[in-house]
Each structure stands twice: as C-alpha cells, then as structure tokens.
C-alpha cells in the first residue's frame, strides 16, 4: 500500500529535526535537467512564470542558483521534514519515532515538479515549481509530460512490491494528474474530507488539505496494512461516511 501526498509551497527554511538518516532520490539526473532550465530565469520571469510576487521570485531566484548536488546533511535535509504546508502540519513527521519515520518511508510517496517522486527520507534542497507550470524539459512541452512515463513506471514497481497493490491517493489533482493512472493497474482509493456547513457537507481546501496529513499520520501511527483499516480514521472529529462514499471514492465528515 502506498499513499500519495503533494508536495507543499511552503518550506521550512531549517530542518525542525536533526534526523541522520536519509536516502537519495532516485531522478537526480532528471532534477539537474529541470534546475538547469530554471537557473536560466531572472526574477521578473520567475515572477511572472511561477505567478508569484517580485520578493518571493528573487527567493527562488536564489534558491535555483543555490541548488548544487551532491546533497548531504550540511546543504540539505529529508523531503518529508522541509515541506511545511498545511498537509505537513496535519501529518506533523517532526514528532516521528523513528520506526514510524522507518514506516513512513515504506510506504508515503511524494509527488514533486523538480524531483518527481520522492521517499520521506530522500534530500532536497528547497526549490518553488509546481507540476502544473508551463515550462519545456529536455522537448517534452510540459512537467506532466516530462514525469509521466517516469513516475507512473517507478509506482507501479513499488506497488507490485507493496504488501497491498492499493493507492491512497491523497495528493491534489494538479499532482495525480502527472500518473498514467490505467498503466498501474492498480485499486486506486481517494478520500475526500468534508464539513457540515448550512445542513450540508462542504469540502474546505484549508480542512481537506490538513485532513489529508491528518489521515497519512493516522495510517503511520497505527501502522495500516489493509485499506479497510483507513476507515476507522478519527482525528480531530472525522469519520468514515458509509452514506456519501463509494467504493474506492471514500468520504470523511465532520
């Protein structure tokens, strides 16, 4: 069983853990092609590329230029503890053991636009590009197009070596968009969260984000093997919603 999560926009900008352990991505060669594109951009084309402010530009302006393999504690730290959206805050990975970092790394999968799928554990060094950017790799015209093949061919690899062939998928569509989904052959499960609002269950970017690291945690903490086992999720008010959900389209309310 692999659960899928987004990366996030925001970075811690120091790790909130010394944690000695860490592996290396397995697309470095790909993430290099990728910097070696964006350390061409000024800060005004990072600005308007990345449709983000002129300060925030020049900070990833310097972050690209910066970016500098190989990687190693001193320049770099684990993907799962830089990321700090409200995904992160809900899965909280800095107050892991570490046999559940060990858990995590078995079985959490992150999509990324620069390194493409990466373990808990692998180094990064800090970078802004989503998926969903309009820039050309290496002739291909776009991210998606770039990392499909690539992506899809090492999940379902690791799916096939799974203990369950199932995806949770968790991550936003702009990311699970970048999977061939029909190569995997695979059960695909993706949990929606929603609130009770006016006498009506609502989805709440802010809530759903946070319940989706709330529910990656809840998988970590009790150790889940077997899928059903996710319904019994319950943090911070949550519950399987046997009414609205599907077979493989679960809904958690509150």
Known sequence: MIILLSPAKTLYDHSPVQLEKYTESQFMPEAKKIIAVMKKKKPAQLAQLLDISFKLAELNFHRFQAWEPPFNLDNSWQSILMFNGDVYQGLKAETFSDSQFETAQQNIRILSGVYGLLKPLDLIQPYRLEMGIPI??????????????????????????????????????EYFSA????????????????????????????????????????????????????????????????????????????
Do not use: C, H
């Not at 009770?196 to 889940?224: D, E, H, P, T």
């Open 179 to 254: 999977i061939d989904t029909k190569k995997l052959k695979t059960r695909i499960i993706t949990p929606s969260f929603k609130e009770l609002k006016g006498g009506q269950y609502q989805m709440v970017s802010f809530f759903a984000k946070r319940a989706r690291g709330l529910m990656s945690r809840f998988i970590v903490l009790n150790n889940i093997t077997n899928p059903e086992d996710i319904k019994a999720f319950d943090m911070e008010g949550y519950y399987f919603n046997n009414q609205l959900s599907k077979e493989n389209d679960w809904v958690f309310t509150r």
């Open 136 to 173: 050309s790799i290496a002739g291909k015209k776009n991210l998606y197009e770039f990392w499909r093949t690539k992506i899809t061919t090492l999940l379902k690899t690791e799916l096939a070596q799974s203990d369950q062939n199932t995806l949770i998928n968790l991550a936003s569509k």
